[in-house]
């Protein structure tokens, strides 16, 4: 073979080479794009997948918000039932408040509202004056008629002219704001809504305060311990003292009961064992629970009642009545 063919053979064995890596390259940059299309195309099907599944949530959460703005509506619906039937029970036992209507304040929001029923927060808050009220007591009125031969009968001590009917408004266990109800003594009545305004302000928790009469018995110291069972804030009750033989502040309106399930009357034996009445106390009596109900020295409810000149019975000896704040005339 000359020099001239070798030449030319090496050149077509080389040109063959690079025909094949050229083909084999136009191969791979095809391998490249089908695999660069199908990447994209399973990119641009995984991101519609996304888009529909965020769609499908979307309608979800669209129809859950709507179950619950139904739900709400039922609460409410039912929350208002309850009150009128509340309120239509008074009217059969006569239990309307206030009072009477010459002293009802026109626009009175107070009227309407029936013991125990739900207000909306925002509508109190802004306007409290409207929501904290002492009426007179006098005889013949709806406040009479409910008391009269109960937690009240005529007496040396103290006279219809002498007590204050309070309807106020405050935070219940499942912090909703709800109507109460306390007679109290005129002498301390604005010492006493000022008390329970500043407890509105701060959202100061108090179960049930209803007039005991609610929780009548038959007399007034198994009435008392039937609102304590029912664990309901009280004042007025013409009675004696729990195991004394004299008039207890009660008696005069110038002691209060604060969530007395959570806050016991407390005496101990001989050995200091702590001794209760009520079942419902049990867990209560150890003081370091930590319970936002449970009433202790320098906390904010106490605090209060202090400010307005209360003593509390939670700083006795023996007996310790942790429900108890009081303020003696003198």
């Known amino acids: 073979m000359t ?7 090496g050149s077509v064995i080389l040109l063959s080479v690079l025909n094949i890596i050229l083909i084999c390259a136009v191969l791979c940059l095809g391998f490249l794009c089908y695999f660069s299309f199908q990447n994209n195309a399973t990119l641009k099907q995984s991101r519609q997948l996304l888009q529909k599944e965020n769609e499908e949530m979307s309608e979800k959460i669209v129809g859950l918000q709507a179950e619950t703005d139904k739900f709400q509506q039922q609460v409410t ?23 009477e209507e010459d002293t009802v304040l026109s ?39 409910r008391i009269n ?44 809504l000022n008390v329970f305004r500043e407890l509105f302000d701060i959202e100061y928790e108090i179960q ?25 804030t009280s004042a007025f009750c013409y009675r004696l003292a729990t195991g004394g033989q004299k008039l207890s502040n009660h008696a005069l309106g ?7 399930q959570q806050n016991p009357y407390v005496w101990y034996g001989e050995d200091g064992t702590p001794q209760w009445s009520h079942e ?7 003081r370091t629970t930590g319970d936002a109900h449970v009433i202790v020295e ?5 605090n209060i009642f202090k400010k307005y000149g209360f003593s509390w019975g939670g700083l006795w000896q023996n007996p310790v009545d942790y429900q108890h704040f009081e303020k003696p005339a003198g």
């Not at 020099?3 to 053979?9: A, D, G, H, S």
């Not at 001590?157 to 909703?176: A, M, P």
């Not at 419902?280 to 150890?286: G, K, R």
């Open 3 to 9: 020099r001239e063919k070798r030449k030319n053979t």
């Open 77 to 99: 619906e039912f929350q208002n039932a309850q009150a009128a039937q509340e309120r239509q029970r008074q009217e059969e036992n006569g239990m309307l408040t206030p009072p």
């Open 107 to 145: 626009g009175d929001v107070l009227e309407s509202l029936a013991i125990g029923q739900i207000v909306d927060e925002f509508s109190v808050i802004g306007s409290e004056e409207q929501y904290f009220k002492a009426y007179e007591i006098t005889e013949g009125d709806a406040v009479y008629n």
């Open 149 to 192: 031969g109960k937690s009240y009968y005529p007496n040396n001590d103290i006279g219809l002219s002498d007590l204050r009917y309070l309807k106020l408004v405050h935070y219940n266990f499942e912090h909703q704001v709800q109507v109460g109800e306390l007679i109290v003594n005129a002498a301390i009545c604005e010492d006493v």
């Open 208 to 232: 049930s305060m209803r007039l005991i009469d609610d929780y009548w018995t038959g007399d007034g110291i198994s009435s008392d311990s039937n609102s304590i069972d029912n664990n309901n």
């Open 254 to 260: 110038r002691a209060i009961d604060i969530n007395p």
């Open 280 to 286: 419902n106390a049990s867990s209560y009596v150890d």
């Open 298 to 302: 320098s906390d904010a409810c106490y």
